[in-house]
């Protein structure tokens, strides 16, 4: 059977994309109104594998997936870099001086505030998902209404592009996770990257005293996000991603990195997919 893969967002979403592209089109992909919901699927073993959005290139970080990673325990078992492609589409025969409004999920809307400047008649409105604005847009013959989402989703839900390639900076990039329940299993593959969460005091040189671990373990840091600890104000959690040579040189880090912050875990240890 079909490994059941979540996706946030239905089939044309870039979650979608990702998928198909990643999994070869293998799987049955199972399809979420938010990641809150995705994450609990996944938890709950009704799915197998997740592909989650965690950063975007243009829009940056998206923050409450870093704490939906952590709080449903879900381990990172890869990652996946994908150039994002907005377009804006409609039923087929307007012009864009005829929309009104533009439904979008947030971080595709981010990601052309630039081109929406130059159109302040038209009210943009955050949704769901990109594919199912599109489809929404299709199913109720919408007229002065338009969707920002993928060339595959204007195909998919017939919808024409009045505009392409709209997000602000060509080089538009994401990148995804993917997830499961349990630590990746090496099969043979170099697994060459980890996700660590800490928490941190606010004493002096608490953060710098872990970097220095990370560097004199020959570990190079390609990501830190810090965030709030709710119940703690001004106290924060580190989430923070490394690549290494060795797996030693990870393992020696991590046990020094215990003595030294409080709440220390693993989210996961994959390939490195960042060329
Ligand atoms: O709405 C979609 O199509 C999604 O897959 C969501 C999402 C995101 O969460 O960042 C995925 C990639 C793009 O950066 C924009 C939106």
């Known amino acids: 059977m079909n490994k059941k893969v979540g996706i946030q967002g239905i089939k044309g979403s870039f979650h979608h994309l990702v998928a198909m592209d990643y999994y070869h089109k293998d799987v049955s992909v199972m399809e979420h109104l938010s990641f809150h919901e995705l994450a609990q699927k996944l938890a709950s073993k009704e799915s197998d594998e997740a592909v989650m959005a965690i950063e975007n290139s243009i829009a940056g970080s998206i923050l409450p997936n870093y704490t939906l990673i952590d709080e449903y325990d879900l381990s990172i078992i890869g990652e ?4 994002v492609n907005m377009n804006l589409m409609a039923l ?3 012009k864009i001086e005829d929309i009104k409004k533009v ?3 947030p971080m595709a809307l981010l990601q052309c505030k630039e081109f929406f400047k130059k159109y302040p008649h038209i009210k943009l409105i955050e949704d769901a998902d990109t594919a199912e604005a599109a489809k929404r847009i299709s199913d109720k013959g919408k007229m002065k209404v338009a969707a920002v989402a993928s060339p595959a989703a204007a195909e998919m839900y017939g919808l024409e592009i009045l505009a392409k390639e709209i997000h602000t900076i060509k080089s538009n990039a994401t990148r995804f996770l993917i997830l499961g329940t349990e630590r990746q299993k090496s099969n043979g593959v170099k697994l060459d990257k980890a996700s660590l969460k800490f928490d941190l005091s606010s004493d002096r040189g608490s953060l710098v005293s872990v970097l220095n671990i990370l560097r004199d373990s020959f570990l190079s ?3 830190i996000q810090s965030l709030p600890i709710i119940d703690e104000p001004w106290k924060y959690s580190f ?8 797996p030693q040189d990870f393992e020696k880090a991590v046990s020094v990195l215990k003595l030294m912050t409080e709440e220390l875990k693993i989210l996961g240890i994959y390939k490195n997919n960042l060329s």
């Open 221 to 223: 840091l390609t990501k």
């Open 239 to 246: 989430f923070v991603d490394v690549i290494f040579e060795k």
């Open 103 to 105: 439904f979008s999920h």
């Open 92 to 94: 087929k025969g307007q």
């Open 80 to 83: 996946h870099y994908t150039p």
